[in-house]
């Protein structure tokens, strides 16, 4: 059930006790989610801190750490012989803590009392994103009030990934690219989104975990938050495709192509298709330690206005387009996040001390940057610049005439139904700069669609 | 995004509203469900009697009915232009209203006033299972005490299948037996377990739905709750697979096969099988308008109890045994349920007036019967007897000797390693008795075996 070794915890939990100066930590585990009714569960997701900390795979259990006697207590209840005759014989809680090093247990109705006997100290808590959490913390503690220093402890560990967590995170970079290669193959002029979509969690969860989060895939992938997958593919579409696998250890992949369904891409997509590709490869020939990701952003931000420079839907300076913010017209998002247990990784801990070590711009596109800080060795980003053309936001910036010393509306307004284009893969930060994560997987153009054209004989 | 048209969702409003006296009513939608932090999410779900009376398949909506007055609103926000630049265009909160044949909209930030000014009158809702609407509701009403009157309302209306809903759910009943059909083909003695999930979930969401409920494949059919998916199939095994789909209007299909890893199964799991079987065949042919499920079910158990007599498993009075509850020592739960937006239809709104109209049994086995009630037509059921060889039963019972008159220790101890075996399928209830849902699926011992000789070939 846990992903590496007694000791890996045992250690992990030591530096945490270091870099938290007194009191207690609580780490809460993740309980069911209902779907439609009580006993109808979502599939299990345990608290991706909690299994850095604890490792342990299962609903309604949780941990305690005193900072100042270095107790470790893991709570929950063992089952009665009523419940074993339905699940079969299960480990006690005790057991459980052992083998990851816990040597105390005890039931979950002694969490409160244990919490109140530590009246007076800290108390550390981690913010929580599931409702159950806030109601139970809320009762046990009065308010819930997030522990800025346990949360940089936790940031500051889980940050930099060890030898065995990069190998977890390269298996489901590659089940990920084995997701993506199968629906390159396999779309075809007539389908609908879904049965791609079903394709790529079949694999996923084939391979033992399940996806890391809701697959885009899609044939407007100008919609960034895109969860329709009812439309058919036709000749001419492009598919974009953003999808990664959880592998069964719960680390995560992320990758996205973009893809025509003929057989070639259009002369126009081809155009654009380039000009992200390029981006991308200057922003990853960047990565490596003491580089910010925020400059690496405004790189592959610079990338994409040169080359919509050569076709004629941006103009003027490039520097001065991209310090005005007038490329997010076309690139709204961030180039990419660190990625670890979470896709996005430690999302719940809070931007401001994750991704940044000072103010985030509040410029639109360089606001929906997750990562702006220096990268360190162990760092584990994605890197996925885009072409995305919104009607709307054409439409909206176009009726005030916004940034027309660097976007050509005329030439824009061809293009309004283009749709959009995405090419994301994964990195690890290494002394030596950077390495790909995973099988690589193609997406030069002559590469994509000599797989498009294979496929179809 | 609807699956009936808006007059059937405004037919079904009436007759709530005439069957509820007085009052206000409360219909909650559902929210997005966080899987590792806030904006990671579960595949959303809405509430099933939202999606009954309401039919609007998005987060965040509620709606308030008055009795009374009979107005209809719906409450929900609308996306500004700077959420439209991500999600691209989408219709108002007014507009989804008018198309279920509300006339009325209004923020979710007025509920709690058009709650308060219903002060004094009934204010009817349903049991959350969401701890988030269990938090909104306590917040508005001061307290969580769904109101009887409308969960009879609601089951009344929602127990009996219209025709367009019985042919969403035959659809769905065929969607669940193409996934069955093609583990069947492709399981092999090497492969794990999740292989086989992975294909019936990339089925079910390729089809445009996803899972009814979290699919149990396992070389452990006699671990009733079992969502491990980590064993190796190996030669001699059985795979009891338990899976339906969710059409894309929500229904379900539930259905279970159980059939051997070789080619054929052994002489003993031949003999088990063909007991379940016939339980199986005696229950259906009983199905009809009038009859109790409850009796179906013990003639089940009567007929499992003849089988198990054959071939010295039981002995004694069959009457007497299934009176006694012994042949629970084989059959520890139900014979079925009632299916429909639920795979478990409406067990939210709770038992005691889904599935009785008189106190349950608390003899172990029948407490775990969900329906016992009289059959009326446009029931959903399912049938699904099995065995299930539970070594710690065996152990619990076998050292009290509890039902030795009717149960052979000696005999069952050489089966204690057997497994386990359910066949399920699903049922209208109609005027002349019933209809099997969904293309019929193999079942028959030959037939079983056949498909599975000619995949091997």
């Known amino acids: ?20 100066e007194s009191g207690i930590i609580v780490l809460m585990g993740n309980q069911e989610s209902s779907v439609n009714f009580k006993d109808n569960w979502y599939p299990f997701r ?14 309604d259990v949780m941990a305690i750490i005193d900072v100042d006697s270095g107790e470790e207590v ?5 089952l009665s012989i009523d419940h074993i005759v339905w699940t079969g014989p299960q480990p006690t809680v005790q057991e ?10 005890l039931p979950l109705s002694k969490v409160e009392e244990y919490i109140k006997s530590a009246s007076g100290r800290n108390v550390h808590i981690l913010p929580p994103y599931r409702p159950e959490n806030t109601v139970k913390l809320q009762s046990w503690l009065g308010k819930v009030a997030p522990s800025e220093e346990l949360i940089r402890a936790v940031v500051k560990q889980r940050s930099i990934k060890s030898k065995e967590e990069v190998a977890e995170i390269d298996k489901a970079v590659t089940i990920s690219a084995q997701m993506h290669l199968e629906i390159i193959k396999n779309a075809r002029p007539g389908m609908k989104e879904h049965e791609l979509v079903g394709m790529v969690q079949g694999t996923a969860v084939g ?3 399940t996806l890391a989060y809701p697959a885009i895939i899609t044939v407007n992938g100008q919609i960034l938050h895109n ?12 598919v974009l495709c953003d999808t990664g696998a959880e592998a069964s250890s719960h680390y995560a992949g992320d990758l996205t192509r973009t893809f025509p369904v003929s ?3 259009t002369s126009e997509q081809r155009d654009l298709y380039q000009i992200v590709l390029d981006s991308q490869n200057a922003a990853i020939d960047m990565l490596k330690p003491g580089v910010k990701f925020k400059d690496v952003h405004l790189t592959a931000c610079a990338k994409l206005v040169d080359g919509l420079k050569t076709i004629g839907l941006m103009k003027g300076d490039t520097a001065e387009a991209v310090d005005a913010g007038a490329h997010a017209m076309f690139f709204q998002c961030g180039l990419g996040h660190l990625m670890g247990l979470d896709v996005h990784d430690m999302e719940d801990l809070g931007e401001q001390f994750v991704g940044y070590d000072e103010p985030k711009s509040t410029q639109f596109g360089l606001k929906s940057l997750r990562l702006g800080k220096e990268l360190e060795a162990g760092n584990i980003v994605t890197v996925e610049p885009g072409i995305y053309i919104i009607p709307e936001l054409i439409d909206l910036w176009g009726k005030e005439k916004k940034f027309d010393q660097f976007i050509n509306y005329d030439k824009l307004n061809d293009f309004r139904d283009f749709g959009g284009i995405r090419i994301e893969d994964d990195f690890v930060i290494d002394e030596e700069g950077h390495t790909l994560l995973g099988e690589p997987l193609a997406k030069e153009i002559k590469d994509i669609e000599a797989i498009r054209e294979a496929s179809f004989s």
């Open 1 to 20: 059930m846990k992903a590496f070794s007694k000791d890996t915890y045992s250690k992990r939990r030591d530096i945490l006790k270091k870099n938290v």
């Open 46 to 59: 345990q608290d991706s801190t909690f299994l850095y900390y604890i490792g342990i795979d299962i609903p």
């Open 74 to 78: 893991l709570f929950g209840d063992d």
């Open 96 to 105: 459980l803590a052992s083998e990851v090093g816990i040597s105390k247990s």
């Open 207 to 209: 391979a033992g975990g």
């Open 227 to 238: 969860h329709y997958y009812g439309n058919t593919l036709k000749e001419g579409d492009m």
């Open 263 to 265: 057989k070639q891409f």
